[in-house]
């Protein structure tokens, strides 16, 4: 009904920055919140950031000032721009989106992930 696509995950160097996309596609009528996670080796699912329909964003507290969240309402896209990434931030990067599809029900959905690794 509903697929999420992301991109953009790879191996960068410490300081250095990746951008990551998930775009979503289907039988969709609106999406309301959309946002991404990470799961490390041997760790749970982390909240990276989420952001509304509506533009607000909310981010955990160590991606403060170094990640940003954006969306492309019409594109369906949210974005996760990583600047000054550590060796810490390796992980799979999942996303989600609460969606709405066109039989107006409503549930979360997940992105297969993309690896971020930072290492020198």
């Known amino acids: 009904q509903v697929q999420l696509v992301e991109s953009g995950g790879g191996l960068v160097q410490p300081g250095g920055s990746l951008r990551l996309s998930c775009a979503a596609s289907?039988?969709?009528?609106?999406?309301?919140?959309m946002g991404w996670y990470r799961q490390a080796p041997g760790k749970q699912r982390e909240l990276v950031a989420v952001?509304?329909?509506?533009?607000?964003?909310n981010y955990a507290d160590s991606m403060k000032g170094r990640f940003t969240i954006s969306r492309d309402n019409a594109k369906n896209t949210v974005y996760l721009q990583m600047n000054s990434l550590k060796p810490e931030d390796t992980a799979v990067y999942y996303c989600?989106?609460?969606?709405?599809?066109?039989?107006?029900?409503?549930?979360?959905?997940w992105g297969q992930g993309t690896q971020v690794t930072v290492s020198s």
């Open positions: 989600n989106a609460d969606v709405v599809i066109v039989t107006m029900f409503r549930s979360d959905y």
């Open positions: 952001i509304t329909s509506g533009g607000s964003t």
């Open positions: 289907g039988s969709i009528f609106v999406i309301k919140t």
